[in-house]
């Protein structure tokens, strides 16, 4: 009898003794608050090619930079569930086209400087879509709209440069002008 009661004991004290579970809370979803935003004016006013330039100028044999056009053309016509794509997407393009070869009417460091100033507003729309900063959002999306407008005035005004031709016959001018040796200010 007494092995029973110190067996009775023991499985006594040893359920007594069992830990008491904490009811498990259902945890709280933090909602993050949809992108929204504004359709920014400059997406509106997207400078265009006309298709006579683009010949002229073959900038349809210039495939990075085609790809990247059409890509801004549609993220203009902007859904907001999808804009996180559409700037991953531009980002990588603008890396491409940074990596490319450039024609050589257009490999001219404006051109270049131009394209790394629309990629940072790429980057910096990205942050702020993904840091759900829909006011700056806004902002920054306007902004990368103006800067890929610029982007497009300056490829037409370095296209018309290439295309104007000095008149030789009416100025002076030497075939190579280092301005180390003859300062262009000199008289000599």
């Not at 006309?50 to 002229?56: C, G, L, R, W, Y």
Request: aromatic share 10%; proline share 5%.
């Amino acid at each position: 009898m007494l092995r029973f009661l110190s067996v009775l004991l023991l499985l006594i004290s040893f359920f007594s003794c069992k830990e008491n579970k904490a009811e498990i809370q259902p945890s709280t979803k933090i909602v993050l608050e949809p992108l929204t935003f504004d359709r920014p004016k400059a997406s509106r006013q997207l400078v265009e090619f006309s298709p006579e330039f683009i010949e002229e100028n073959q900038i349809n044999q210039w495939s990075e930079f085609n790809k990247f056009m059409e890509e801004m053309e549609d993220m203009s016509q902007l859904n907001p569930e999808g804009i996180m794509t559409f700037l991953s997407e531009l980002l990588k393009l603008t890396t491409a086209l940074l990596k490319a070869p450039f024609p050589d009417n257009f490999d001219k460091l404006p051109i270049y400087g131009r394209i790394k100033v629309v990629q940072t507003q790429i980057i910096k729309c990205h942050f702020y879509a993904s840091n759900q900063q829909n006011e700056k959002l806004n902002q920054a999306l306007d902004e990368l709209y103006s800067e890929y407008n610029i982007l497009m005035k300056r490829i037409i005004s370095v296209a018309e440069d290439n295309q104007i031709q000095l008149d030789s016959s009416a100025i002076d001018l030497p075939t190579s002008q280092d301005s180390k040796i003859n300062p262009a200010s000199s008289n000599k």
